[in-house]
């Protein structure tokens, strides 16, 4: 059965520097993997997603993720952070059990802070 | 532009009320999605849907139905709502497929008294 873990339920960054959110997935096979943004009051949006073509996978707003299948890892990452990066971030892993057309499985989030 | 909508935003209501939450979405999805969201767990999944007349529960389904009679539509309810459903609802929509990515309406806030 697939899983999501990420690592961390809070990550404080200052303006500027990088941020690094974990994901660790467990899957059999192959997994698509997604990662969410939601901000304060509202639904998620999706920031970017792995369906098996490019292992680095750019996304919106500068964010990008490395899909590493070594590490079953698939971290998301943003060179320089702004004020508006803060949010909760959640990856997700689309579930491969038996009849399945489009569910996903959610690590249980990560709010990521920017400090001024 | 397609879309998904939640109605009400909020609402407020006592024990052992039967409670409906609307999601309706302009996408032409087959796949329609309610989720919980509770400080935690992240999001749970509660029922979900491929297509009209089709109805499955997800993994924290007790106390709640839903009805598919329409690709737009998928209403949650509550049979008998309990404090313990106090939550936040997110009803999502997709295209058919794995790799497919899940749109999300703006959340419906309950609080049972």
């Known amino acids: 059965a697939q899983s999501v873990t990420q690592l961390g339920s809070h990550v404080s960054v200052s303006e500027g520097a990088l941020v690094l959110l974990r994901c660790n997935y467990s899957s059999s096979v192959p997994p698509y993997l997604f990662w969410y943004v939601q901000y304060p009051n509202q639904g998620l949006q999706l920031l970017l997603k792995y369906t098996s073509a490019a292992t680095l996978v750019k996304g919106i707003n500068g964010f990008e993720a490395e899909f590493k299948k070594s590490e079953t890892s698939f971290h998301l990452t943003k060179p320089s952070a702004h004020m508006s990066d803060a949010a909760e971030y959640f990856c997700?892993?689309?579930?491969?059990?038996?009849?399945?057309?489009?569910?996903?499985?959610f690590g249980k989030g990560t709010k990521l802070s920017v400090k001024p | 532009d397609a879309e998904i909508t939640q109605s009400p935003r909020h609402k407020i209501t006592e024990t052992g009320r039967q409670v409906t939450l609307a999601c309706h979405q302009t996408?032409?999805?087959?796949?329609m999605f309610w989720y919980r969201q509770d400080l935690g767990h992240g999001l749970r999944l509660i029922h979900y849907s491929y297509g009209v007349q089709d109805t499955n529960k997800g993994e924290v389904s007790d106390g709640y139905s839903v009805s598919r009679s329409n690709t737009e539509d998928l209403p949650l309810t509550l049979e008998s709502a309990a404090s313990s459903q106090t939550s936040v609802y997110f009803c999502a929509s997709s295209e058919s497929g794995e790799e497919e990515t899940q749109y999300f309406g703006p959340g419906t806030r309950l609080l049972v008294l």
């Open positions: 996408w032409n999805h087959n796949n």
């Open positions: 997700a892993v689309s579930s491969l059990s038996g009849g399945s057309q489009g569910n996903l499985i």
